[in-house]
Nanobody, 122 residues
Framework: EVRLVESGGGLVQAGGSLRLSCATSGFTFDDYGIGWFRQAPGKEREGVSCIAGNDGKTYYTDSVKGRFTIFSDSAKNTVFLQMNNLKPEDTAVYYC???????????????WGQGTQVTVSS
């Protein structure tokens, strides 16, 4: 059974930091791209960042470059998203997702996590 389980969301003031975790199981980590997407109320879901399971190559959407860092612990099949200097516009539900046939980001995932809420107050 494939599982992606997010954790680490919460409420933080603008300028603060959070670290999201995505624990994966049920598939070969190195064969997948693991990404973070987010969806704010009334807005479409957008791709935030992605990391390649095999070589660690990373992608970021422009609005988070320099503030967010994605990294993985392949031994634990876990991907992290370190979010610094958070802004109110980062408020959204953040989803972890995995895709086996990706070549670019954002991708269309094979699997989704259940999401974790991030709220940034001004």
């Amino acid at each position: 059974e494939v599982r992606l389980v997010e954790s680490g969301g919460g409420l933080v003031q603008a300028g603060g930091s959070l670290r999201l975790s995505c624990a994966t199981s049920g598939f070969t980590f190195d064969d997948y791209g693991i990404g973070w997407f987010r969806q704010a109320p009334g807005k479409e879901r957008e791709g935030v960042s992605c990391i390649a399971g095999n070589d660690g190559k990373t992608y970021y959407t422009d609005s988070v470059k320099g503030r967010f860092t994605i990294f993985s612990d392949s031994a634990k099949n876990t991907v992290f998203l370190q979010m610094n200097n958070l802004k109110p516009e980062d408020t959204a539900v953040y989803y972890c997702a995995a895709d086996s046939s990706w070549s670019d980001f954002p991708f269309v995932p094979d699997y989704w996590g259940q999401g974790t809420q991030v709220t940034v107050s001004s």
